[in-house]
């Protein structure tokens, strides 16, 4: 079956500093990856995405590429800031299959310092 | 658009009630999924919807959980009875394809005491 699994946080930065947060999938088809982001209370949002191999998604300072020979899709930011500090999900959709399961990984919290 | 609405936002119930949770998708978004959000299991995809349809309920914990939807712009999920390891967040969620983005509404708080 498809999974996801992110490096477990929390991950403790301090502002402006360097941003990576890893996330490895396994899937049966040709999937499309996610990053969501959810701060304090709310839902989840998508941060950003990538439907191809070598895509990059990228949104308010961070990236993510879709590395099919890796089956990852590492997120980046150059420089956090405390308005950062949220849980970031990877995800991953898969069309093929008998059965669609979107499947999330566990999360991972980032906290920035001042 | 609104976004997805959810309601209540929090619920407070008594072990043994019923509790039933409400969500309204984007007008336009043919699926809906409902996710449950605890600090030691993570989100867990509960069930989905494809057009008013059920598609995938494997991960409804058990028979007193259900899950309905009568109509594109309305679900419901109800716990009949609830117990106290029901307390989680429940999300709502919804998309216009299979590999489209998700919007999840802003979640109900459930405790049950």
């Known amino acids: 079956g498809n999974s996801v699994t992110q490096m477990e946080g929390p991950v403790t930065l301090s502002e402006e500093a360097f941003l990576t947060i890893n996330c490895t999938y396994t899937?049966?088809?040709?999937?499309?990856l996610f990053w969501y982001v959810q701060y304090p209370g709310e839902g989840l949002q998508l941060l950003l995405k990538?439907?191809?191999?070598?895509d990059k998604g990228s949104n308010k300072g961070f990236e993510a590429t879709y590395r099919k020979e890796t089956t990852s899709f590492h997120l980046e930011k150059g420089s956090v800031q405390v308005s950062d500090s949220a849980v970031y999900f990877c995800?991953?959709?898969?069309?093929?299959?008998?059965?669609?399961?979107?499947?999330f990984g566990r999360g991972t919290s980032l906290i920035v310092h001042p | 658009d609104a976004g997805v609405i959810q309601s209540p936002r929090h619920e407070v119930t008594e072990m043994g009630q019923e509790v039933t949770l409400r969500c309204k998708p984007i007008?336009?978004?043919?699926?809906l999924f409902w996710y449950r959000q605890t600090m030691m299991r993570g989100l867990e995809l509960l069930i989905y919807?494809?057009?008013?349809?059920?598609?995938?309920d494997s991960g409804m914990p058990e028979d007193r959980f259900s899950a309905k939807m009568p109509n594109a712009s309305f679900s419901t999920l109800k716990i009949q009875p609830s117990e106290p390891r029901d307390s989680a967040v429940y999300f709502c969620?919804?998309?216009?394809?299979?590999?489209?983005?998700?919007?999840f509404g802003p979640g109900t708080r459930l405790l049950v005491l």
């Open positions: 969620a919804s998309s216009s394809g299979l590999q489209e983005t998700q919007y």
């Open positions: 990538a439907t191809k191999a070598d």
């Open positions: 995800a991953l959709s898969d069309r093929t299959g008998g059965s669609y399961i979107p499947t």
């Open positions: 899937a049966t088809g040709y999937p499309s």
């Open positions: 919807f494809n057009n008013n349809v059920p598609i995938d």
């Open positions: 007008s336009g978004h043919d699926y």
